[in-house]
Antibody, heavy 122, light 109 residues
Framework: EMHLVQSGAEVKKPGESLKISCKGS????????IAWVRQMPGKGLEWMGI????????RYSPSFRGQVTVSADKSVNTAYLQWSSLKASDTAIYFC???????????????WGQGTLVTVSS | SYDLTQPPSVSVSPGQTAIIACSGD??????VSWYQQKPGQSPVLVMY???KRPSGIPERFSGSNSGNTATLTISGTQSMDEADYYC????????????FGGGTKLTVL
């Protein structure tokens, strides 16, 4: 059975760094892209970026480029989302999701992780 | 960026048909997916490539896409269908981008 398991909730202070993870199992991890999606409190879904674990090819939403780093380590079937300096406005739930094909522009985000709540507060 | 517009809310009585619309410029030329999100849960894919249902999604869910509007239709709506629904399409450019609609809160009265 296919799973994406994300790391646990985090409470951080402004200016701190953070790296959250998303571990895939039950499928060939290197055959699919992993997307990251933000959901701010009471708001909708926002696409942040995507990574292909096989070669670490990475693409970003213009809204998030330079604000976060998306990466992957295929040796441990895990994708990552990281911040170098958090802001209070980064408080949100972050989801990872699997995407079969990126360049064909037709694949859905077919399986989602359980989400990681990141709270940034002084 | 590519904008997808959804009504903030839709209400329906149990057993009736709920129609949730998603509009975007020439949306019919793109493939649309739909996601259901219940409170405190992750989104779940309920429709992809406009009208295809993933395994495990009830037949009462159907989809279409033409012109500038895609629709998710729930026939015989049940109380368990009460949730937020998001449409999604890919926006082409220098590199493909995922676009989400703002979401529609479906209330089953």
């Amino acid at each position: 059975e296919m799973h994406l398991v994300q790391s646990g909730a985090e409470v951080k202070k402004p200016g701190e760094s953070l790296k959250i993870s998303c571990k895939g199992s039950g499928y060939r991890f290197t055959d699919y892209w992993i997307a990251w999606v933000r959901q701010m409190p009471g708001k909708g879904l926002e696409w942040m970026g995507i990574v292909y674990p096989d070669d670490s090819d990475t693409r970003y939403s213009p809204s998030f480029r330079g604000q976060v780093t998306v990466s992957a380590d295929k040796s441990v079937n895990t994708a990552y989302l990281q911040w170098s300096s958090l802001k209070a406005s980064d408080t949100a739930i972050y989801f990872c999701a699997r995407v079969e094909q990126y360049w064909h522009m037709r694949s859905p985000l077919d399986y989602w992780g359980q989400g990681t709540l990141v709270t940034v507060s002084s | 960026s590519y904008d997808l517009t959804q009504p903030p809310s839709v209400s329906v009585s149990p057993g009736q048909t709920a129609i949730i619309a998603c509009s975007g410029d020439n949306l019919g030329d793109k493939y649309v997916s739909w996601y259901q999100q219940k409170p405190g849960q992750s989104p779940v894919l309920v429709m992809y490539e406009d009208y295809k249902r993933p395994s495990g999604i009830p037949e009462r869910f159907s989809g279409s896409n033409s012109g500038n509007t895609a629709t998710l239709t729930i026939s015989g709506t049940q109380s368990m269908d009460e949730a937020d629904y998001y449409c999604q399409a890919w926006d082409s450019g220098t590199a493909p981008q995922v676009a989400f609609g703002g979401g529609t809160k479906l209330t089953v009265l």
